[in-house]
Structure formats: structure tokens, C-alpha cells
Nanobody, 133 residues
């Protein structure tokens, strides 16, 4: 079965950096999409915000406007791990961050525009990021 395990969250001051990792196991597809989503405090009833995505077949990426230029998504195929390097963090980046993977059906389309949580059936448990001002 597919398992996604995030790590790397923590607490930092505004302007600081964190790197999140997402280790993937049990996946049978060679090309699929992976994304980072987040859910801010008090917004538990709303859809998770799509932050970034990467197409593991070709490496194309997508970033939400709110993080563009500050966050970088990357992958290490040898380790089956995806990363989210977060620089210049702001208090509004405070959230629980989740990694997610699709069935392999989205193809490179997943990096063509905003990503939606309902398109990703596999999820990690989440890791907390807190940015203080």
C-alpha cells in the first residue's frame, strides 16, 4: 500500500527557513504527481491550499502565487523522497503541511495550474510549521 511520511516541520522566526521531506513507499507507478498542501489554523473546514506540485515523470513544477520565489519543490528519485525548501518564511505560512500523491492519472497536467486536494488520493499525516513574527 502507498505510504507517505512527512518530516521536517518546526518553529522558526519570520525570515527563517525550513525543509520538509516526504518519503514515499509502496508506489507502483513510475510517473505521477506529488504535491504539498497546507491547512492554516482555524481553516480546518475548508479545502487544503495547494502550495506546490511536481511531476515525477519529467520534473516540471507548479507553485502557488503565495509561495512563488520563496519555496522550492524538488525530488530525489533514488530515495523516493520529495522535498519542500521554504525560505523567507512569513507568519501567514503557519499551517499543517501535507504531502500528497495522485494515482498517476494527472500526468504533467498537475503542474499546469492550481492544484486541488480532491485530485490526490494519497496523503501523509501532516507536519506542523509555525512561523513567529
Amino acid at each position: 500500500q502507498v505510504q507517505l511520511v512527512e518530516s521536517g516541520g518546526g518553529s522558526v522566526q519570520a525570515g527563517g527557513s525550513l525543509r520538509l521531506s516526504c518519503a514515499v513507499s509502496g508506489y507502483t507507478y513510475s510517473s505521477y504527481c506529488m504535491g504539498w498542501f497546507r491547512q492554516a489554523p482555524g481553516k480546518e473546514g475548508k479545502e487544503r491550499e495547494g502550495v506546490a506540485a511536481i511531476y515525477r515523470g519529467g520534473g516540471s513544477t507548479y507553485y502557488a502565487d503565495s509561495v512563488k520565489g520563496r519555496f522550492t519543490i524538488s525530488q530525489d528519485n533514488a530515495k523516493d523522497t520529495m522535498y519542500l525548501q521554504m525560505n523567507s518564511l512569513k507568519p501567514e505560512d503557519t499551517a499543517t503541511y501535507y504531502c500528497a500523491a495522485d494515482h498517476g492519472s494527472l500526468g504533467q497536467l498537475c503542474t499546469g495550474g492550481p492544484i486541488r486536494s480532491y485530485e490526490y488520493p494519497y496523503w501523509g499525516q501532516g507536519t506542523q510549521v509555525t512561523v513567529s513574527s
